[in-house]
C-alpha cells in the first residue's frame, strides 16, 4: 500500500511547517528582547498624543577626518536608522555640533533626508545641548512604508563646515529632538581643527 501523496495531505503539512516557523519566529524576538532591551522612540504629535508604532534605532556621525588644517572644510554624515516598522511610524531625528566659539563660526551647511517628510537645506541654529552651546536642527516625521511594512529606514543630514576658530568639535545625531539634555541616545564624534 504505501503513502500516496495529496493535495490535502500537502496543504497540512505546509500548513504545519507554517505554523511552527512563525511560533519560532515570535518566541526568537522575545529572547532577542529579552536578552537586549530595545531603545524606543516614544514621540510626541502637535496637538497631543495620539497613537501610534514605536520604533527602535541607532545612531551615528562621522567626519570626513579626524584632523583639518586651518582653512580647510570638514564634512560630515549624521543618520539614525529606525526598525521594524509598521503602518504609519511617527519619529524624531536631531543633529548638532558642539561649539563653544558659535559667535565667531559660519552655520554648517548641507542637506537633510528625512523619510516621510522629504529632504531640504539644512538651517542649523544655536541651543544648549548639556549646558553647551551647540549648531542644531531637529525634526519630527511621519513615515508610511511601502505596503505598510519596512524592516528599516534612514533619517540622515550630510554636510560640510568652514570654522573660523581652532578647536576640536563634536557632531552628534539623536533619535529624540528635544534640545537642552542628552537624549535619543545620541552617537557622537570629534575632529580637530586648525
Excluded at 16 to 32: N, Q, S
Excluded at 60 to 67: H, I, L, N, R
Excluded at 172 to 180: D, E, I, M, V, Y
Amino acid at each position: 500500500m504505501g503513502f500516496r501523496f495529496s493535495v490535502r495531505n500537502g496543504l497540512y503539512v505546509g500548513g504545519a511547517v507554517v505554523l511552527l516557523m512563525a511560533m519560532a519566529l515570535f518566541t526568537a524576538i522575545h529572547v532577542y528582547t529579552a536578552i537586549n532591551p530595545p531603545t524606543i522612540v516614544l514621540a510626541i504629535q502637535p496637538g497631543g498624543n495620539k497613537p501610534q508604532m514605536s520604533a527602535w534605532y541607532s545612531c551615528g556621525w562621522s567626519w570626513s577626518s579626524s584632523y583639518v588644517p586651518f582653512g580647510g572644510t570638514v564634512s560630515f554624515d549624521g543618520y539614525c536608522t529606525y526598525y521594524l516598522d509598521v503602518f504609519d511610524t511617527s519619529y524624531q531625528f536631531a543633529v548638532y555640533i558642539y561649539d563653544p566659539y558659535w559667535w565667531a563660526n559660519p552655520p554648517p551647511s548641507g542637506t537633510y533626508y528625512l523619510p516621510g517628510c522629504g529632504s531640504g537645506t539644512l538651517n542649523m541654529g544655536v541651543v544648549y545641548v548639556n549646558g553647551q552651546p551647540a549648531w542644531y536642527e531637529a525634526w519630527s516625521c511621519e513615515y508610511t512604508p511601502p505596503y505598510y511594512i519596512s524592516l528599516s529606514f534612514t533619517a540622515s543630514a550630510i554636510g560640510h563646515w568652514t570654522p573660523n576658530m581652532p578647536n576640536t568639535y563634536t557632531g552628534c545625531a539623536s533619535a529624540l529632538n528635544t534640545p537642552g539634555y542628552n537624549a535619543g541616545s545620541p552617537k557622537c564624534s570629534s575632529y580637530t581643527y586648525g
